[in-house]
């Protein structure tokens, strides 16, 4: 069987001009076992008389092309408003990029970490979007306080890459499952209409470059050169961002929002039918003008959302600041560091913000060496910093030295007096090892386990221990009511093999116990999302664990997607919904009540 292709219709291309296009994968590869190919599939213009026959995939789908009367895009695919010098210097460097920079990168064995035959294989590969799927068949019972919607973000790259392609560079899609009265279900998935992707959309291919997957060494400065070249000729325009809102959700103030930390948030709208809308891209009413990383934190006790800013090139390097229940922001608080370093996740306490300062860290000198900017700095040692969320200047700030520990992700911190009444800051993440395990090859056995970090803030000293040994936890979290606060039970994905989650662990953090939740032979999920029962949405006297969990499941075997909800208390699952389309393995989710989305922001 071969990848189906779909291109645009004239109605499809009158849409590319407003904010909202409709988009269709331009590679699309549905059986499990396919992979995509390393070099773009080829474009569907009618062949010069003096030319090779053409590929019978062309042949094969000009076919179908006059059989649905489907406009392609002739090449060079160039949008209508470009003037003549640009359309020339277009070619130009088009010319550069094909017969000299793909032909470099064909002399060079990529990396499995960039290799896109590895990285966009199986159901990591790509989908076209869904349009809303009502009355999906659903097995056993909606639970009565699972009335919303279900959202998760992944990677979902809309063009074949040229070069080497790393799974955080695929466009952004988010999948939507919405649960109502009756037992009733729908779903949906769209990708949000980043500034980037619209441009991409216009000339029908990449004309951005890909962070990880292409940004390494010589090829990659000729990679951003060329970049650089096309926005100084106003081919593409980055002033509005080049990110790709692939990987955080979070629902604040009204708004659901796509995050990536190379750019600022995405404000996308769920419409009464289940739908998904990109509003646009959202500076918090003109408050910020700065990407922010993918995991905010929200404070169930005071509604505030407290969120970090990098910046890999000058200092500051780290910025904190936050927004309170209405949306307003504080001001912003430099964080004194050295280097830039990688900070994917961060967490908070009732006082305090737990800053990780680890051992991937960026170096852009490293390109010119020939190397990657991400760079692992066994050198370093490992630190937290612990700042007071009311500091105004960032100088009360506690660094202290955790050796040894990678945390990617951090799923809670709390604070503890200690017998000698000492404050503890207490951390549960899940420690990577090695560190740069998600970036490049290892010959070490990749590992990821659940810890508990001690920071005494008087002594600044640390230690460290391992929850659940001999088990790979990534992608997870607390019930949300407790974030900030001591919790007993974490939910987790079951990371194994990895890249693929195999099941959720319910781990107790008190006594350490593992209950396990299979999804079964040849069924894969991801990052599961815990809802408290929302009779405990007014208060925090129930038991911790009376709730759901849900997440995404993909059976390779049958080649068969759904959603299943498992009880939080017993980890049973209660009901699966099955979905109309393949879904990708992805990021990370949420769910919004109806009664949240009641007070959208539209």
Same mark, same amino acid.
């Given at each position: 069987?071969?990848?189906?292709?779909?291109?645009?219709?004239?109605?499809?291309?009158?849409?590319?001009?407003?904010?909202?296009?409709?988009?269709?994968?331009?590679?699309?590869?549905?059986?499990?076992?396919?992979?995509?190919?390393?070099?773009? !599939? %080829?474009?569907?213009?009618? #062949? =010069?008389?003096?030319? $090779?026959?053409?590929?019978?995939? *062309?042949? /094969?789908?000009? +076919?179908?092309?006059?059989?649905?009367?489907?406009?392609?895009?002739?090449?060079?695919?160039?949008?209508?408003?470009?003037?003549?010098?640009?359309?020339?210097?277009?070619?130009?460097?088009?010319?550069?990029?094909?017969?000299?920079?793909?032909?470099?990168?064909?002399?060079?064995? !990529? %990396?499995?970490?960039?290799? #896109? =035959?590895?990285?966009? $294989?199986?159901?990591?590969?790509? *989908?076209? /979007?869904?349009? +809303?799927?009502?009355?999906?068949?659903?097995?056993?019972?909606?639970?009565?306080?699972?009335?919303?919607?279900?959202?998760?973000?992944?990677?979902?790259?809309?063009?074949?890459?040229?070069?080497?392609?790393?799974?955080?560079?695929?466009?952004?899609?988010?999948?939507?499952?919405? !649960?109502?009265?009756?037992?009733?279900?729908?779903?949906?998935?769209?990708?949000?209409?980043?500034?980037?992707?619209?441009?991409?959309?216009?000339?029908?291919?990449?004309?951005?470059?890909?962070?990880?997957?292409?940004?390494?060494?010589?090829?990659?400065?000729?990679?951003?050169?060329?970049?650089?070249?096309?926005?100084?000729?106003?081919?593409?325009?980055?002033?509005?961002?080049?990110?790709?809102?692939?990987?955080?959700?979070?629902?604040?103030?009204?708004?659901?929002?796509?995050?990536?930390?190379?750019?600022?948030?995405?404000?996308?709208?769920?419409?009464?039918?289940?739908?998904?809308?990109?509003?646009?891209?959202?500076?918090?009413?003109?408050?910020?003008?700065?990407?922010?990383?993918?995991?905010?934190?929200?404070?169930?006790?005071?509604?505030?959302?407290?969120?970090?800013?990098?910046?890999?090139?000058?200092?500051?390097?780290?910025?904190?600041?936050?927004?309170?229940?209405?949306?307003?922001?504080?001001?912003?608080?430099?964080?004194?560091?050295?280097?830039?370093?990688?900070?994917?996740?961060?967490?908070?306490?009732?006082?305090?913000?737990?800053?990780?300062?680890?051992?991937?860290?960026?170096?852009?000198?490293?390109?010119?060496?020939?190397?990657?900017?991400?760079?692992?700095?066994?050198?370093?040692?490992?630190?937290?910093?612990?700042?007071?969320?009311?500091?105004?200047?960032?100088?009360?700030?506690?660094?202290?030295?955790?050796?040894?520990?990678?945390?990617?992700?951090?799923?809670?911190?709390?604070?503890?007096?200690?017998?000698?009444?000492?404050?503890?800051?207490?951390?549960?993440?899940?420690?990577?090892?090695?560190?740069?395990?998600?970036?490049?090859?290892?010959?070490?056995?990749?590992?990821?386990?659940?810890?508990?970090?001690?920071?005494?803030?008087?002594?600044?000293?640390?230690?460290?221990?391992?929850?659940?040994?001999?088990?790979?936890?990534?992608?997870?979290?607390?019930?949300?009511?407790?974030?900030?606060?001591?919790?007993?039970?974490?939910?987790?994905?079951?990371?194994?093999?990895?890249?693929?989650?195999?099941?959720?662990?319910?781990?107790?953090?008190?006594?350490?116990?593992?209950?396990?939740?299979?999804?079964?032979?040849?069924?894969?999920?991801?990052?599961?999302?815990?809802?408290?029962?929302?009779?405990?949405?007014?208060?925090?006297?129930?038991?911790?664990?009376?709730?759901?969990?849900?997440?995404?499941?993909?059976?390779?075997?049958?080649?068969?997607?759904?959603?299943?909800?498992?009880?939080?208390?017993?980890?049973?699952?209660?009901?699966?919904?099955?979905?109309?389309?393949?879904?990708?393995?992805?990021?990370?989710?949420?769910?919004?009540?109806?009664?949240?989305?009641?007070?959208?922001?539209?």
């Amino acid at each position: 069987m071969q990848p189906s292709l779909h291109f645009f219709t004239p109605k499809h291309q009158s849409l590319l001009q407003t904010q909202s296009p409709l988009f269709t994968c331009k590679f699309i590869v549905n059986p499990a076992n396919k992979t995509v190919p390393r070099n773009p !599939l %080829p474009l569907l213009s009618p #062949p =010069a008389p003096s030319r $090779s026959p053409p590929h019978p995939e *062309v042949v /094969e789908l000009m +076919v179908q092309r006059e059989r649905s009367n489907v406009l392609v895009p002739q090449h060079p695919n160039y949008p209508v408003h470009l003037n003549r010098f640009q359309k020339l210097a277009a070619v130009a460097l088009d010319k550069i990029e094909t017969s000299v920079i793909m032909r470099l990168e064909k002399n060079h064995v !990529l %990396p499995k970490m960039v290799d #896109p =035959a590895v990285q966009i $294989s199986g159901n990591f590969a790509p *989908v076209e /979007e869904c349009p +809303v799927h009502h009355g999906l068949e659903v097995v056993g019972r909606i639970p009565a306080c699972l009335r919303g919607v279900y959202v998760r973000n992944g990677a979902n790259p809309m063009f074949a890459p040229s070069g080497g392609h790393h799974l955080f560079d695929g466009d952004g899609m988010i999948h939507a499952v919405s !649960l109502g009265l009756g037992n009733k279900a729908s779903y949906s998935c769209r990708y949000t209409r980043t500034s980037r992707l619209v441009q991409e959309a216009r000339f029908g291919r990449c004309m951005f470059p890909k962070p990880i997957g292409e940004l390494h060494g010589h090829l990659g400065l000729a990679r951003l050169g060329l970049y650089m070249a096309r926005a100084g000729l106003g081919l593409v325009d980055g002033s509005h961002g080049t990110g790709v809102a692939n990987a955080g959700l979070v629902y604040f103030n009204g708004r659901l929002l796509a995050m990536s930390e190379d750019d600022l948030p995405y404000h996308v709208k769920i419409t009464g039918d289940g739908d998904l809308e990109t509003i646009g891209r959202f500076n918090f009413s003109d408050q910020i003008d700065c990407p922010l990383i993918a995991h905010p934190k929200l404070d169930p006790v005071t509604g505030d959302l407290h969120t970090l800013n990098y910046n890999v090139l000058k200092k500051p390097y780290l910025k904190y600041f936050r927004f309170d229940k209405f949306g307003r922001k504080s001001g912003d608080l430099h964080v004194d560091m050295d280097q830039a370093t990688m900070i994917h996740d961060f967490a908070i306490t009732e006082n305090f913000v737990v800053i990780p300062d680890h051992q991937m860290v960026f170096k852009l000198s490293e390109m010119i060496r020939g190397g990657s900017p991400v760079v692992y700095n066994k050198n370093k040692t490992s630190r937290f910093g612990v700042l007071q969320q009311n500091d105004v200047v960032g100088s009360g700030i506690q660094w202290i030295n955790v050796p040894n520990c990678f945390c990617f992700h951090l799923w809670n911190a709390w604070e503890e007096i200690s017998d000698t009444g000492d404050k503890i800051i207490v951390v549960i993440g899940s420690c990577m090892n090695p560190p740069d395990s998600i970036f490049n090859e290892s010959k070490d056995t990749f590992r990821s386990e659940l810890s508990e970090i001690r920071m005494n803030l008087r002594t600044r000293q640390s230690t460290q221990r391992v929850i659940v040994s001999g088990m790979n936890l990534e992608a997870g979290q607390v019930n949300g009511q407790y974030l900030g606060q001591k919790t007993r039970f974490v939910y987790l994905a079951i990371a194994d093999p990895w890249p693929k989650c195999s099941g959720i662990a319910k781990v107790d953090l008190q006594t350490g116990k593992v209950t396990k939740f299979m999804y079964g032979t040849w069924r894969y999920g991801g990052e599961p999302f815990f809802v408290p029962d929302k009779k405990q949405t007014c208060n925090r006297n129930g038991n911790e664990d009376e709730g759901y969990i849900m997440g995404l499941v993909r059976d390779e075997k049958k080649e068969m997607s759904e959603m299943v909800i498992v009880k939080g208390s017993s980890m049973e699952q209660v009901a699966a919904i099955r979905l109309p389309s393949r879904v990708p393995y992805g990021f990370h989710g949420t769910f919004i009540s109806q009664e949240e989305l009641r007070r959208q922001v539209i």
